[in-house]
């Protein structure tokens, strides 16, 4: 008997099947503040640190809406690859401003949280414009 039992490179050597998936997630969602847009989407480094602050995973966090700390806390890791220099202190500001505008909270939970876990992979493809049309 000649098994090794040392790694999965052996695994893999007899085929290897590509599966190509077909691209159907837009790349971002946006938060318009005073006519600016601002790029959202959660990263596997950020949704790391987000659980890790929490103790638990997002989908959890979100299941109910969160208390607006959680929601901000959320939008500063969705924000931080693509928004450079966005601290919390500037989320809570452009919050602030939003709902000057005529924002309030639970459309930032609908329109804003839950369609940046949509675009971030939190939901299979074929569900997301379900999703999004149920937040509506």
Do not use: C
């Amino acid at each position: 008997m000649n098994e090794n039992l040392g790694g999965l490179d052996e695994v893999n050597e007899t085929e290897e099947k590509v599966v190509e998936m077909e691209k159907k997630r837009r790349p971002f969602h946006y938060w318009t503040v005073k006519g600016r847009d601002y790029r959202l989407k959660l990263q596997a480094g950020s949704i790391e640190r987000v659980e890790n602050k929490y103790h638990q995973n997002i989908m959890n966090i979100v299941s109910e809406m969160p208390p607006l700390t959680v929601m901000l806390t959320i939008i500063q890791a969705a924000m931080e690859n693509w928004e450079a220099g966005m601290n919390y202190t500037k989320i809570k500001k452009l919050y602030d401003t939003w709902t000057e505008d005529g924002g309030d909270q639970f459309s930032f939970y609908t329109k804003i949280i839950i369609p940046t876990l949509v675009v971030s992979g939190f939901f299979p493809a074929d569900q997301s414009e379900e999703i999004m049309e149920e937040m509506k």
